[in-house]
C-alpha cells in the first residue's frame, strides 16, 4: 500500500520505518526541514535502539523515503496522523493545534476513499469532531483512530509486534471501509495472531489514555507503599514481591523509587483529568490527582534523603547524579525525574554533575545550568554521593569495588530500587535506597 505518515518525531519515525518494514511504500511528512535531512540520511533525530538500522534497511530498498511538502503524499492511501500533543502552557489540558494543522494539512491533498488513521494520543471526543470536519470536506474520505502503546527503548519491537490492535471507527459502511484498509496495513501483524479489537471513536481514544492513568497509578501505589515502609522500617521490594504474585496484580510497574517521567504519562494523566472537567465527569478522575502528586512528591523525598545523608546540609557537597533521560534506553529528558532532583539540588547549594550514556545534549538545552560529564569515570571521580535515578545498565552492573576508589566517600542513594544492596554494602558502600531499611 501507499501511505504516509505525517509527523516524523518519536512516534511517526519509527512508525514510519516500521511500515516499510512490513513491505509498503512509505513517505514521512514533517515541517521540521532539519528532521527530514536527518531522516533521509538514516540518521534517527533520536536515541532508539534498532531504528538507524531499520531506516537504512528501508531506504536501501526504495521503499521509504521523506519530505517537507504534503503535495509529495496525495497519492496515499492510508494516512496517519502521528503528530505530538503536549500540555497546554499554564494548563493541563492537551494542546492540539499539531493535531489540527496535520490533519489540515492532510485533508488538502487527500485523494477520495483514502483513510486517515490518527495514532496520537488525543482527548476524548477528538476523533469525533475531526470525523464531522472530514465529511465537509471530502465526503469520499474515511477518519479511523488507531492509538499507539510504544515504550521508549522498544518502540521498534511494540510497532512491530504489538500486543494488540485498536481500531476506532464509525458505525456504518465507512467503518468497515476502514477495517479492510487497516487489515490490509496491518496483514502481517494479523497472521502472527495478534489481537485485534474494534469499537467506536470514544472507545479507542479512552483505550490510550485510562492504559496510561492505570500504569501511573499503579506506580503511585507502590511509592505510597514505599512512603508507609520507610516510616516503618518495612522493606518496599520484598513487599512488591509478595503483592505481585497475585496474578490479580501482577508484578510490572510495581517498582517504587523516583517516580515516573517522560513524554506520555505526566501529560496524558492531566490532560485526561482536564478533559473530564470539561464533561462534567471531573469527580470520575479526581484519585488521578493524587497519582500526580504522590508522584511529584518522591523527588523531593530523594532530595531530602540526601540532605540527611549528608548531614543536613547540601551545600558545597559535590553529588553526581547517575542518569539523565527519564529511563534507560532513551535520550528523551521530558519531565525527567533525574533533572528535576539535579536541579532542586544545586538550588540547594550542592555541586552537581550528571552523567548519562545518551541524553546529555537534550539535558543541556532544557537545564543548562546543570554541570554535565559524559566519560563516567570522570563524573564520578571526587563525589561526595552518587544518586542513581535512571537505571542504565552501566550504572546498574558497575563494579562498586572499582567505584570505591574513584569517589571520595562510598555513599549512593539508589532512585530506582536496581542495586544488588549486598553487594554493595559488602564493598564498603552506604547504600540508601527509598522505601527499603
Known sequence: MKISVVGCGYLGAVHAAAMAKLGHDVIGIDVDASKIADLQASKAPFFEP????????????GSLSFSTNMADAADADV?????????RKGENAADLKYVDAGFASITQHI????????????????????????????PEAILAWNPEFLREGHAVKDTLAPDRLIYGVSDDSQGARAIELLDEVYRQILDADTPRLTMGYATAELVKTSANSFLATKISFINAM????????????????SIGLDDRIGRKFLNAGVGFGGGCLPKDIRAFMARAGELGADQALTFLREVDAINMRRRERVV???????????????????????????????????????????LLGAIVTVTDPEALSNARKRFPELQYEQDLTEAIKGAEALILLTEWEDYTEADPVAWSQIVSRPLILDGRNVL????WRAAGWHVK?????
Open 304 to 346: 531530602e534523603l540526601v540532605r540527611e545523608e549528608l548531614g543536613g546540609s547540601l551545600l558545597g557537597q559535590r553529588i553526581t547524579v547517575l542518569g539523565a533521560a527519564f529511563k534507560p534506553n532513551s535520550d528523551d529528558v521530558r519531565d525527567s525525574p533525574a533533572l528535576s532532583v539535579s536541579a532542586q539540588l544545586q
Open 50 to 61: 534498532g531504528l538507524p538500522e531499520l531506516l537504512s534497511e528501508a531506504q536501501k530498498s
Open 226 to 241: 514505599a512512603e508507609i515502609c520507610e516510616a516503618t522500617g518495612a522493606d518496599v521490594k520484598v513487599l512488591a514481591d
Open 433 to 437: 535506597a527509598m522505601g527499603r531499611p
Open 420 to 423: 544488588d544492596i549486598d553487594k
Open 79 to 87: 494516512h496517519f496522523l502521528c503528530v505530538g500533543t503536549p500540555q
Open 111 to 138: 485523494k477520495p476513499g483514502a483513510l486517515i488513521a490518527g495514532k496520537s494520543t488525543v482527548p476524548v471526543g477528538t476523533a469525533e469532531r475531526l470525523a464531522d470536519k472530514l465529511r465537509d470536506i471530502q
